[in-house]
């Protein structure tokens, strides 16, 4: 049988998804402040467009949580 789908905490999961991963764009960003000049390029390259895709994925967990709470309302 098939849970029922509760929803009552979606936007505080999201919250929590927008939190860890802000903090996981501040670290590269600090690591890459730290030790990008000892690092290859194309490693440097990786972890920016990680970044850049982390700040996509952001983005869309905002959206979704304002879609949340509208449909709380």
Not at 14 to 34: G, K, P, R, S, V
Request: proline share 1%; glycine share 2%; net charge negative.
């Amino acid at each position: 049988m098939a849970k029922p789908d509760n929803r009552a905490d979606n936007v505080e999961h999201l919250q929590q998804h927008i939190e860890d991963t802000q903090q996981n764009i501040q670290e590269t960003n600090e690591y890459l402040a730290e030790f990008g000049d000892e690092i290859s390029a194309s490693e440097k390259q990786n972890l920016q467009a990680k970044n850049e895709r982390r700040q996509n994925s952001v983005a869309a967990f905002q959206a979704e949580k304002q879609d949340e709470m509208n449909a709380q309302e």
